[in-house]
Nanobody, 123 residues
Framework: QVQVEESGGGLVQAGGSLRLSCAAS????????MGWFRQIPAKEREAVAT????????YYSDSVKGRFTISRDDAKSTVYLQMNSLKPEDTAVYYC????????????????WGQGTQVTVSS
């Protein structure tokens, strides 16, 4: 069992930056692939950025490549999402996710979800 909790969401102007954090507890953090998903009303939850167990492999959706960076600090059992050059279309609830597979690219691979944190980008 893994518990994950997000922090760092908020309101930012277009072009600005935010950093999301996700603290994990429970089982050994380094055993899990981690990631960030996002969801807007009436849309499917989608993978935004994910990272494998040792940080050697990452996945980014096309919409965030070059603007978002995912990283993990196993000593702190924390995964981060640095979001730069934010756009209004990045507005969503962002969820931290953990899974036992090699890399999370779909929600069906996720074993554990956080409660979500709202990110709102104003134009």
């Amino acid at each position: 069992q893994v518990q994950v909790e997000e922090s760092g969401g908020g309101l930012v102007q277009a072009g600005g930056s935010l950093r999301l954090s996700c603290a994990a507890s429970g089982r050994t953090f380094s055993d899990y692939a981690m990631g960030w998903f996002r969801q807007i009303p009436a849309k499917e939850r989608e993978a935004v950025a994910t990272i494998n167990w040792n940080g050697g492999t990452t996945y980014y959706s096309d919409s965030v490549k070059g603007r978002f960076t995912i990283s993990r600090d196993d000593a702190k059992s924390t995964v981060y999402l640095q979001m730069n050059s934010l756009k209004p279309e990045d507005t969503a609830v962002y969820y931290c996710a953990a899974g036992s597979g090699p890399l999370l690219v779909g929600k069906q691979q996720v074993g554990y979800w956080g409660q979500g944190t709202q990110v709102t980008v104003s134009s």
